[in-house]
Structure formats: structure tokens, C-alpha cells
């Protein structure tokens, strides 16, 4: 199935069901599309990671392992 009928309307949620039911090749590949490096970034995002970034130089000991940060995340 490499073919889309552009013809069908499908709501938001529709689009994810089908999306979710893709190879992971084509999930990659999706995301890779979706997200094109030329994608401006906001200003005011840049400036929540520069400050989040001088948080951390400051203080290293507010920063936890990714397993832990992941774990109480999905907890």
C-alpha cells in the first residue's frame, strides 16, 4: 500500500489511527518530513533553552540521569 487517496476526508484522530498502524520505517520516514531542519525556531523558545541551559552550568546537581527524568515522566 504506497498510495494515498487524497480524495477521503479524515478527521485529526482518523489520520493518527492510520498513522500508528505504519512500519516503523515509514513512522521515521513521516517524521523526518514533518520535522525539516529549516523550521524556524521562535526567539522566546530560544530563550527558555538558554536560560535552562545557564540553570544547569549553575547548578549541575539540579540535573537527573535521562532514565530517571523518562521514569517520572511516564510514572
Do not use: C, G
Amino acid at each position: 500500500m504506497n498510495t494515498i487517496d487524497t480524495n477521503t476526508k479524515l478527521s485529526f484522530k482518523q489520520l493518527i489511527e492510520i498513522v500508528k498502524k505504519l512500519p516503523p520505517e515509514k513512522k521515521q520516514l513521516l517524521n523526518e518530513l514533518i520535522w525539516d531542519d529549516s523550521m524556524p525556531i521562535l526567539e522566546e523558545h530560544k530563550s527558555i533553552v538558554r536560560k535552562r541551559f545557564s540553570k544547569s552550568l549553575n547548578n549541575p546537581k539540579r540535573m537527573i540521569e535521562w532514565d530517571l527524568a523518562s521514569q517520572k515522566l511516564y510514572a
